[in-house]
């Protein structure tokens, strides 16, 4: 009860008006006094008296009430328009709402990561980027972050590098980047008001077209040594086949001349062909087998 009186008393003296039934309240609804009459006086004292209900309600919603003041303060200072439900609202999202009005006043610099493009002629270029921002107070709630104005901004410097002829023209001009990119509203939707993009440096990295060429070439060659391989594949196919049907041929010149003797004693036997005539024909034979060895090459002797 002595704390009690001491927080009325400190309200009373501070021109806060805090019954010390609402103080009773508080500690029934277990809610901190000390926090809701000392965010009570520094609003009365900076002119911008805001009711205690607000403040317990806003605190029982798990907000920061404290926080919620000064940014009332610091918006009021510097003539932004904000009242106590867009600030009470922009800290239950999970923004510092106190952050944001000081973003409004003194802007922010981001500075993007390390982003790779490839230019018309095939050469990589790496781009590192400063985006200068300002938060925009009213569209804090439902607008998106930081994260996304880094990865349209990353997006808008691939376009504009990938748009251009050659990597000597972003050298020369890298201010055409930064052109692009902010001509292209990427802070639409976002919570922040992108002011300037300016590029931090510019590095050249691989040639690109160069190692695509290369790879395609090696493709190329892989594709047309597996065709190779298969042609060679069939025609040694087709050469065992070839092979095969050789000695298949064979096979039967050395049946069918199995058969010539037993058609020669079948010729005797039937008085077809004469002794005489026999021997005649084994006389050609060896005449021929002679005719050859003579002409032989000296190899082949």
Known sequence: MDKSFSLW???LFSR???SIFQLIGMRLRKVPP???VEARILSCKAGLPVDTNLLEAHYLSRGNVLRVIQALIA????NIKLDFKEAAAIDLAGRNVLEAVQMSVNPKVITTPKVSAVALDGIQLHAVTRITVRASIQKLVGGAGEDTVIARVGEGIVSSIGSAKSHKDVLENPNMISKKVLASGLDAGTAFEILSIDIADVD???NIGAILETDRAEADKKIAQAKAEERRAMAYAAEQEMKAKVMEMKAKLVEAEAQIPMAMATALRDGKLGVMDYYNLKNIEADTQMRKEIGAAPEAK
């Open 16 to 18: 806060a008006n805090v």
């Open 34 to 36: 000390q926090v809701i």
């Open 204 to 206: 050249v990295g691989q």
């Open 75 to 78: 918006a009021n200072k510097a």
């Open 9 to 11: 008393l400190q309200a």
